[in-house]
């Protein structure tokens, strides 16, 4: 299952988009970042399985907001995570 934790809008000259934050559950929890233009996906990062626990995902989704973590950079906060 997927639920929205957050958007976050990015306005910049001549390009405007969001990137909304999932949290992910189903064997455990993970999270799915998206960046979205005109309400098209242009790029999606799904990273599974990450704890068992609710607030740790939490927290790993408060993390990933307030640094603004893109799709484009989410495999560097992966290995900074050991996720």
Do not use: C, F
Request: no cysteine; glycine share 4%; hydrophobic share 35%.
């Amino acid at each position: 299952m997927r639920e929205l934790y957050a958007t976050v809008e990015i306005n910049k000259p001549n390009s405007q988009s969001k990137i909304k934050y999932y949290e992910l559950t189903g064997k455990g929890y993970g999270v799915e970042i998206v960046r979205e233009m005109n309400n098209e996906i242009l790029i999606s990062k799904v990273i599974e399985n990450i704890t068992n626990k609710k607030r740790k995902i939490k927290e790993i989704l408060e993390l990933l907001t307030s640094q603004l973590i893109t799709p484009e950079n989410a495999e560097y906060i992966e290995k900074d995570l050991n996720l």
